[in-house]
């Protein structure tokens, strides 16, 4: 009898690590199914199954109390969480992206779940041991197109709504990105590298049969020639595609050594596909530009849209097919720029900035059905919102809470997308990553519970929030603070100062695995929104122009950790510090100012900014927007931004940890950070994590040894406690 209790358990238990509570919670609501149907048996059967009801009842009160851990490293595995939700045009079902890590593969896995807008008929749409993404509907709501590497190269697949069936309707060379169906139905239009000539100044010589020679040298004539997770590439370049929604050959629209970017959006009578790029010869050592473009799907007819100096990107169609809407940014050589809201109609061709009184990016454009309103994605303060606005520039807000899909560090994220009034959106909360949420008539509703099998069997860490004022100019900081489980107030804890990178991102009140680690291992872990941090206004953004990293920004960070101090919650003898990227910038260059910390972790940092602009893939952009000028003309300037100019005054102990194919900030500049400790005597190591780029995070296993690193660095130097 319980064999066949077990048998008719969902088919999603099997797909998942095998959890207690959640097997038994099933098994017991099968049991009392039986039970129930069995009430006219003999009175032994219903004995038989009451004993069985009590004794799972008491197993699951058993393992409830018991089995409340603290958030392990190896539960990074068993995360789930929901990206890229797509409504139907009716507005009554979302097709979203729910993604997982592959324990065996050391992969993140992506699926594709359909659910309703009221919650129900949730289920797989396309699943299996490979990657599905990018759901897109079609007009009628009969079809969803996708990408999918499930046949072994990745494809656009169709899947058929009312039978179930699914097929791949593509046979393409690279990766297709930014599908999207034409109004009619008939076309699918995407983007997809196409490979150019490649150079070669001498005639390859003759080997004779069997020989065994060395590789051929690699023949560099481009500027942008590498790019970070792809490193040095050979030359080629982004272009609009159109393929046959029935199947079919995929036909190139634009030409020329451009790049054409989405996202894409056609014209109402489905005859022209909109579009961004900088078609101009010099396009390589120009940052901060792009025009909108059309492309005739019948004649490849190239038309220019926008031509003024700066970027404009993301182009929307309205349904009445009579405007255009976009986002623009200017052109200057500062390190931020907030993108507006523009709005054109097609046939005047007179640009209209509508976002002006928004002191922050305004991106991710959806238009209202009656073309009169824009809804879009707006950062304030660490945290994401949808918010529509009028063609008049009138603001409402839609949802909040929107974020949870950068599971690894708290980092304003999410998406959204609207249809019939239904958004469907990445709810998330300090306590969990992403969910689907849907807000409809000013009500929202959260559908899903990704997490609940095992983050409901959690203790983590409380996230708080901190305001307080630097020290360096009385400028209005910031920040959080996540307690231990089990957090005493009474009791003082060690600290870990972690700094977000960019620097011009933000962190939120979101989940971070990462963090929870660091908390369950009995550290009150804080992290602030320096200055520079984006979703604070453009002047807060800018206070870091040509200072990064700066005794200003170190101030915020110190006076930070003095106001918790002051709460009597950490014990100022155990100090430590860690950040990535710009963070991991940050963390080189305050050990320089100061001696208060006991150890420091410097994740793939910039230490010579004379040798990293000429050394990265971000040359180009970073140059004009970050320094007054190139480095031979400004060596000071560069070399007192420098964390290496510092090196000499260094006492702290510290570890380095980069991928040994980052191309964002070259493990040669861990390298030159690491030999100088060593020549200085100080206590240090170098982390290198092979076959890795900039996101060193982007393997589930990576994540988990970067933080196991950090902690084993940071107990070896751990003071005891009072």
Known sequence: ????????????????????????????????????????????????????????????????????????????????????????????????????????????????????????????????LKNSYSPRWSSDNKRIAFVSNNSGTTQIHMHWVDTGETAVISQLQESPSSLSWSPDGKWLAFTMRVKAESKSFVDERDKPDGASWAKKPITVTTTRYQYDGRG??????????????????????????????????????????????????????????????????????????????????????????????????????????????????????????????????????????????????????????????????????????VGGTTIGRPYISGGFHIANGTAAYTYGKPDRPADVGIAIKGKTKVLTQLNEDILGYRKLGEVNEIIYNSSFDNEEIHGWYITPPNFDPSKKYPLILEIHGGPHLAYGPHFSAELQMMAASGYIVFYDNYRGSSSYGEDFALLLQYKYSSPEDFADHMSGIDALIAKGIVDENNLFIAGGSAGGIATAYAIGLTDRFNAAVSAKPVINWLSKPLTADSMVGQIYHQFPGPPWEHLEHYWERSPLSLVGNVTTPTMLITGEDDRRTPISETEQFYQALRLRGIDSAMIRIPNTSHGIASRPSNLITKVDHILAWFEKYKNDID
């Open 232 to 401: 040095i590439v050979e030359p080629s370049y982004r272009h609009i595609f159109v393929v046959p929604a029935e199947g079919g050959s995929a036909r190139q629209l634009t030409t020329g050594d451009f790049n054409h970017y989405g996202s894409l959006s056609w014209s109402k009578d489905s005859k022209d596909i909109f579009f961004s790029a900088y078609r101009s010869d010099d396009w390589e050592l120009v940052s901060g530009e792009a025009d909108i473009y059309s492309v005739s799907v019948s004649n490849n007819e190239l038309k220019q849209i926008t031509k003024q100096s700066g970027e404009e990107r993301s182009p929307s169609i309205s349904p009445d097919g009579k405007m255009i809407a976009f986002y623009v940014k200017e052109r200057r050589p500062l390190a931020y720029t907030p993108s507006r809201i523009a709005v054109m109609n097609l046939q005047k061709r007179k640009i209209k900035i509508i976002s002006k009184d928004l002191d922050d990016d305004a991106d991710n454009l959806f238009w209202s059905e009656d073309s009169q309103s824009i809804y879009f994605a707006f950062d304030n303060r660490g945290e994401r919102t949808i918010k529509q606005i009028s063609l008049n520039g009138d603001l409402n807000e839609i949802a909040s809470n």
């Open 1 to 128: 009898i319980s064999l066949e209790v077990i048998k008719e358990l969902p088919m999603t238990m099997i797909l998942r690590p095998f959890n207690f509570e959640t097997f038994a919670t099933q098994a017991y609501i099968y049991a009392s199914q039986d039970l129930l149907e069995a009430a006219a048996l003999p009175s032994l059967f219903l004995i038989f199954w009451s004993t069985v009801l009590i004794l799972i009842s008491l197993l699951l009160i058993f393992k409830s109390k018991e089995n409340i851990n603290y958030f392990d490293a190896m539960d990074v595995f068993d995360l789930e969480w929901a990206s890229d939700p797509q409504v139907s045009s009716d507005g009554k079902t979302i097709i979203y992206v729910r993604k997982s890590n592959d324990i065996m593969k050391d992969r993140v896995r992506s699926s594709l779940w359909r659910i309703a807008k009221d919650g129900k008929d949730h289920r797989p749409l396309h699943s299996g």
